[in-house]
C-alpha cells in the first residue's frame, strides 16, 4: 500500500475536473438527480472535496452535508469484523454458528463468516422489516431457510442485507458493544472523524438540523426530484443497519480509504498515527477471495474481497440490465487491483493503489439501475481523465 498516504491530504488547484462536474451536472439536467457531493483525492493532493447542485429548492449541497451511503459503506463493517479476527475473537472460516447458535436453522450450519463476506452464504432474501428492534431483524435473519441447490462458497449472490444483520451482531456479541458504537469508536475515532452515524441520534439531529442531512429522492428514472420537499426528519434518518445505513461526508469515506492505502494507519496531523488494522489485514481484505463466480444478483461474473468489490471489469461478460457497463464498477482506466463498494443506485467509494487515487461521491436521485450505471460509469471516466491516467 502506499505509505505516502500517511501525510495529510492537501487542497491542490492543480485539477481543474471539468468532466467530472459536467458529468453530475449531466445528470442533473437529466433529472436524475438535484445534487451530489465528491471527494477525490491522488497522493497527497486533494483534486475535489465540493458539493454540486441543490439538496432542495434554497439549500446547496455543499462539502459538509451529511450524505447516506447505502452499501457503499459495506466495508467498514468489513473492517470491524477484521479488528476481531486480529484479536482472535473470531476466524474467517469460522462456521457463523460459533458464535450464533440459532443461525444454525434450517441448515445454514455449514455458511462460515468468509461466506458472509463474500456473498456465497445462499441465504438472500430474509423477511427483514428495518422498522423492527434489533433483536427481532436478526431472528429473522436466523429464520430464513437457504436457497435451494446452493453450496455455501460455490455459489455466488449479492446479499444486500441479511449477511450484514449477521456480521453486525458478531460485532455485538465478540466485542460487546452494539456495532455502530464500535465502529465509530475503533474506525471512525483514531481516523478523528466524529461527525459519522449509523441511525442518526436525537441529540445529533438537533446539533446539525435537518438540513445537514442530505434529502434522497426516489425512483427518479421516471420523476425528476421535488425541490419543494421538505427535508429529512429524524424518523427517517435513525435506523442503524450495519450494511446500509452510513451516514456521513465523502470526505470521511476518504479518509477511511486513505487509511487503508496507508496499509491500515490512520494519518494525523501532526501527530504519529494511530493504527486501525494490521498492513497484512488489509491486504487481505482486498484481495480476491471469491474470483470468477457468476452473481446471481447482479447476473455477471464478480470478484469480490472480503466485504470488498474487486474490480471485475476484465470479464468479458459486460452487460448489466441491458447496458454495456459493469455493475458498481470502477471504469475502464482503474487498475485491475482497484477495491471498494457501490451504494444503491447512489454512490460508489473506492481506492485505485496503481493510482494511488481515492475516490467517494453520492448522486441525490435514485435513477434506477440502468440509469445509474450510466452515471456511474461516465463519473468515474470523467475522473480518471481530468487527472491524466487514462
Known amino acids: ?38 471527494f477525490v483525492q491522488v497522493g497527497q493532493a486533494v483534486a475535489i472535496d465540493e458539493g454540486i447542485g441543490l439538496m432542495r429548492a434554497g439549500h446547496p449541497f455543499t462539502a459538509e452535508t451529511i450524505c447516506p451511503w447505502f452499501s457503499s459503506g459495506k466495508p467498514v ?11 482472535n475473537l473470531l476466524q474467517l472460516d469460522d462456521k457463523i454458528v460459533r458464535h450464533i447458535p440459532e443461525f444454525g436453522q434450517h441448515g445454514k450450519d455449514g455458511i462460515t463468516v468468509r461466506h458472509a463476506l463474500t456473498h456465497t452464504g445462499g441465504f438472500r432474501s430474509p423477511n427483514i422489516d428495518y422498522d423492527q428492534p434489533w433483536d427481532e431483524m436478526v431472528r429473522a435473519v436466523c429464520a430464513t431457510v437457504p ?50 452515524w449509523y441511525g442518526v441520534d436525537e441529540a445529533a439531529f438537533l446539533r446539525r438540523g435537518p438540513d445537514a442531512f442530505a ?8 420523476t425528476a426530484p421535488d425541490l419543494a420537499q ?14 446500509g445505513g452510513l451516514r456521513c461526508t465523502a470526505r470521511t469515506m476518504g479518509k477511511f480509504y486513505r487509511m487503508l492505502l496507508a496499509g491500515g494507519a490512520a494519518a494525523a496531523d501532526g501527530q504519529a498515527a494511530p493504527r486501525v488494522l494490521r498492513p497484512q489485514t488489509v491486504e487481505a481484505l482486498v484481495a480476491r477471495h471469491r474470483v470468477g463466480l457468476r452473481d446471481e444478483t447482479f447476473g455477471r461474473p464478480m470478484d469480490w474481497g472480503l466485504g470488498f468489490m474487486v474490480n471485475s471489469a476484465h470479464y468479458p461478460e459486460a452487460t448489466s440490465h441491458g447496458q454495456r457497463h459493469e455493475p458498481y464498477g470502477y471504469s475502464a482506466f482503474a487498475s485491475a487491483r482497484t477495491f471498494g463498494h457501490g451504494g444503491m443506485q447512489s454512490s460508489i467509494a473506492f481506492a485505485d493503489p496503481e493510482n494511488a487515487l481515492i475516490v467517494a461521491w453520492m448522486c441525490n436521485g435514485l435513477a434506477g439501475e440502468p440509469r445509474h450505471q450510466e452515471r456511474n460509469a461516465a463519473i468515474n471516466a470523467a475522473i480518471y481523465e481530468d487527472l491524466g491516467m487514462t
Open 1 to 38: 500500500m502506499k505509505e505516502h498516504f500517511l501525510a495529510a491530504a492537501e487542497p491542490s488547484e492543480n485539477f481543474p475536473m471539468t468532466r467530472t462536474r459536467a458529468a453530475i451536472q449531466q445528470g442533473i439536467q437529466r433529472g436524475w438527480h438535484s445534487g451530489a457531493q465528491i
Open 77 to 87: 463493517t468489513a473492517v470491524a469484523i477484521a479488528q476481531l479476527w486480529e484479536h
Open 147 to 196: 436457497e435451494p441447490d446452493w453450496r455455501p462458497g460455490k455459489k455466488a449472490g449479492y446479499h444486500a442485507a441479511s449477511s450484514w444483520v449477521i456480521l453486525g451482531e458478531l460485532i455485538r456479541r465478540l466485542s460487546g458493544h452494539v456495532f455502530d458504537a464500535y465502529i465509530r469508536q475503533n474506525i471512525f475515532a483514531p481516523l478523528g472523524i466524529s461527525e459519522v
Open 215 to 222: 434529502k434522497v429522492y426516489l425512483n427518479t428514472a421516471r
Open 230 to 243: 421538505p427535508a429529512p426528519q429524524l424518523e427517517n434518518l435513525s435506523r442503524a443497519t450495519p450494511g
